[in-house]
């Protein structure tokens, strides 16, 4: 039986754990699909740089009630496709073989799957070691719609690498991927209809985010609101049957309905690894699991699923795994989320119906995009910066954006939820540019005066 001193399930941000300070280990990694994990291959980094070739496409058209009259001659997918995919396969093929050519890490490009205590089945092939990281990250979930498993539907996994751009695209789902794929896809020419179960967009967002992003987007697209999916058939196109507004038709279909971890072929409870009713792996502080000398860290055990969230992970599973007399804990308090729509939308600390359920004492400062003098000029109609504050501390509970740049924005008020900055000191112990963006968060922070 192979026997190694760690074993790391997984490529994504449990490849970033291996440094030069593990050398003297000997490593393996179980890796069956692309180095790099979802977040270069399949997530993050290849849906924002769509991302941004649809803002420019968005942009010509947007430009006109400022005086700009350009046009959009073509949109050439296979070329936008290959800019992305032809610097990030690369990537993802020397990471592997760079791992292969170090003499202390063994490569097993095999799915693994728990055994018994520290070890593992890898294609017929039991490995055991003495330390386990998991980091096997997670999937798309498939809804059971009556017809689907007979489709050739696509999820986030498949949608960026399609042949030629839908003429009619239909998303099932209401979160993250769906507003940034409706974005993407709408902005290059397809016809994009979306198909929600709720009510609004971003079911766990702050109720004005909700609110603002499910106006503009059933603006900008066809939106079916708290409907049910009865049946999906597929001939030439997809048909979907809806309960209440009849018959849908699309030349692609996206199934954008969550992520699960990847728990189910791993079999953590034969390791002595529990997890969660969802099947997380349970970690404490220090991201050890139930079983010693198992680490857990990404995907696989957080239901944010954020890729800055694994890599500040990563680092501290490095250390602790080789300094376990001085273990260090993950903080994660303050943790900031994105979303690249169009507008993009950013958030960091408790919405309002969390404070609301809490039965906290908060205020609350709204300030809109329009009000300072950057957001007068671009004439933007829909971005705020929505400020949650406790009156007792004039510390900052929560934050709420959208608009341009809002992921950018929103840093400087996660660092005053991180270090403790009170308001009233973020707001006056500066200066803000003028006439830069930044002053809808100076005055955000400002309307706490009021």
């Not at 803002?55 to 800019?83: C, F, Y």
């Not at 610097?87 to 093929?93: G, L, Q, S, V, Y």
Request: negative net charge.
């Amino acid at each position: 039986m192979p026997h190694h001193d760690l074993l790391i399930i997984g490529a994504g941000s449990g490849n970033t754990i291996i440094g030069p300070e593990h050398d003297h280990l000997d490593i393996a990694i179980a890796e069956p699909a692309e180095f790099g994990g979802t977040c270069m291959n399949r997530g993050c980094i290849p849906s924002k740089m769509l991302v941004y070739a649809a803002d420019l496409s968005l942009n010509t058209e947007s430009a006109k009630r400022l005086g700009v009259h350009s046009s959009l001659s073509n949109i050439d997918w296979l070329g936008i496709q290959k800019r992305i995919f032809g610097r990030i396969d690369p990537i993802a093929e020397a990471g592997l073989a760079y791992r292969e050519t170090l003499e202390n890490v063994s490569v097993y490009r095999d799915r693994a799957s728990f055994t018994s205590e520290k070890t593992l089945d890898l294609a017929g092939t039991e490995v055991s070691a003495d330390q386990i990281v998991i980091a096997a990250g997670a999937h798309p979930v498939i809804p059971e719609f009556k017809g689907l498993n007979e489709t050739p539907f696509h999820t986030s996994d498949s949608i960026m690498r399609i042949d030629a751009l839908p003429e009619r695209l239909v998303i099932i789902g209401g979160g993250f991927i769906a507003i940034e794929m409706a974005h993407i896809f709408g902005s290059f020419g397809s016809e994009v209809k979306l198909i929600l179960r709720g009510e609004e967009f971003l079911s766990e967002a702050d109720p004005s985010i909700r609110e603002r992003i499910t106006d503009i987007y059933s603006d900008r697209f066809t939106v079916y609101l708290s409907e049910t999916v009865e049946q999906v058939s597929h001939n030439e196109n997809f048909i979907l049957d809806l309960k209440e507004a009849g018959t849908v038709e699309a030349d692609q279909l996206l199934i954008a309905t969550g992520r699960a971890p990847n728990t189910g072929f791993l079999k953590p409870q034969r390791g002595g690894i529990e997890c969660d009713e969802d099947g997380y792996v349970l970690t404490d502080e220090y991201l050890r699991t139930t079983a010693q000398g198992v680490w857990a860290l990404g995907d696989v055990t957080n239901p944010l699923q954020l890729k800055h969230t694994a890599n500040a992970e990563a680092r501290i599973i490095a250390h602790n795994l080789l300094d376990q007399n001085n273990l260090k804990k993950i903080d994660r308090s303050v943790i900031p989320k994105a979303v690249f729509g169009n507008p993009q939308i950013a958030s960091v600390g408790f919405t309002e119906d969390e404070l609301l359920q809490r039965g906290a004492t908060y205020k609350k400062s709204i300030r809109n995009y329009s009000d300072t003098a950057f957001g007068w000029a671009m004439e933007d109609e829909h971005g705020f910066v929505k400020l949650l504050m406790d009156p007792a501390s004039r510390l900052l509970l929560g934050a709420h954006l959208i608009g341009y740049q809002a992921s950018t924005l929103i840093q400087q008020l996660i660092t005053a939820m991180s270090e403790s900055i009170t308001v009233d000191e973020l707001a006056k112990n500066q200066l803000y540019v003028h006439p830069a963006l930044t002053e809808v968060v100076e005055q955000a922070l400002l309307g706490f005066e009021e």
